[in-house]
């Protein structure tokens, strides 16, 4: 697990900050970062870590802004065949599930 | 999750204790598991054990309910006795690896920066900087001087510690020596096998480089299959 990441978002929450935590925990194929992998995610869209090589940060991030309004869990799934997902130059075939949440 | 879980194991973390983030991919909810409180009738004992043993975090059924086991080990650490050229070839391959690597050799000639250039080098003697605490379970001790003088202190220090590891260089009848003095010394012959010797995995090595090869073998099969290997 992404430990540096969690020391981040302790740092965040401690700062006063409403954060999502999105966690890979499936992967399937080529997918270019392992299961357990974070990104962290502040209610301004800021974050660290990575899900993925940089492809579908930008929809995890998104997504997790709407978590931190809801409080509502979500499961993402991005694969080969998501044309927003997935850019030249990445590994073909990959494909993960993302967890996000809200840490309260 | 809540926020307090984070502090959790991020304090865990830093003790280099191992740990595991459970979350319920439903609900969110999270809680932490820890080999050591680990009830039996946990409904994820086994699982936990499985992955404390591998390190691969990843999903789980109970009956309809999905988990997300999230594991974190400490990084494996080596400790080396003697900066021989043993301790040379293995500084890459440890490196490699992504273990951590400490070497202590209190003879100045052998403990140079220029013979180890960025490695955590101690040129002291172990009696005086090795700590049973620096001995975790995430922890091998290889001692690889030949001095019983460097070498003995390290061994007996790592026998009295929770260590995954031990090994020591040395022919068959350096090793009968070593066992008769830690005997006379009040090691039980059950302990003093724990000690693998001569060292390294029976590959035939013949050079610096390929010991090194044999012990880096022979740790990373304690670590990962440990008592099944």
């Known amino acids: ?104 | 999750m809540e926020k307090a879980l984070l502090a959790k194991i991020n304090t865990a973390r830093a003790n280099r204790r191992a740990v595991i983030l459970v979350r319920d991919l439903k609900s969110g909810a999270g809680r932490l598991i820890f080999p050591d409180t680990l009830a039996d009738d946990d409904p994820l004992a086994q699982a936990a054990k499985t992955r404390f043993r591998s390190g691969k975090s990843g999903r789980e059924m109970i009956g309809e309910q999905e988990f997300f086991l999230n594991v974190d080990l400490p990084a494996p650490r080596i400790v080396v006795i003697g900066a021989v050229h043993i301790s040379q070839a293995l500084v890459p391959m440890v490196r490699e690896c992504g273990f951590d690597l400490s070497i202590i050799d209190p003879r100045t000639a052998f403990a140079t920066k220029e013979r180890f250039p960025s490695v955590n080098l101690q040129a002291e003697w172990p009696q005086d900087v090795l700590t049973s605490d620096m001995i975790d379970s995430y922890t091998a001790l290889v001692a690889v001087t030949h001095d019983p003088k460097i070498d003995d202190f390290a061994l007996e220090t790592a026998l009295q510690s929770g260590c995954f590891y031990i090994g020591a260089l040395g022919s068959r009848k350096t090793h009968r020596a070593r066992v008769d003095r830690l005997t006379s010394k009040g090691f039980s012959e059950d302990l003093i096998a724990r000690i693998d010797a001569p060292i390294g995995l029976d590959i035939g090595a013949a050079s610096p480089a390929e010991i090194a090869v044999a012990i880096l073998g022979q740790i990373i099969c304690a670590l990962r299959k440990g008592d099944d290997a």
């Open chain 1, 1 to 104: 697990m992404d430990a540096d990441i969690l020391k981040t978002a302790e740092n965040w929450v401690a700062e006063g900050r409403r954060i999502a935590l999105a966690t890979v925990v499936d992967t399937w194929g080529s997918a270019p970062r392992p299961t357990g992998s974070h990104l962290v995610i502040d209610a301004d869209g800021n974050f660290e870590g990575s899900v993925s090589g940089g492809c579908v940060e930008g929809e995890v991030i998104s997504e997790a802004i709407d978590v931190i309004e809801s409080g509502v869990p979500k499961m993402l799934e991005f694969g080969v065949a998501d044309e927003t997902a997935w850019r030249v130059g990445l590994s073909c075939g990959g494909k993960i599930r993302v967890f996000v949440d809200q840490v309260n």
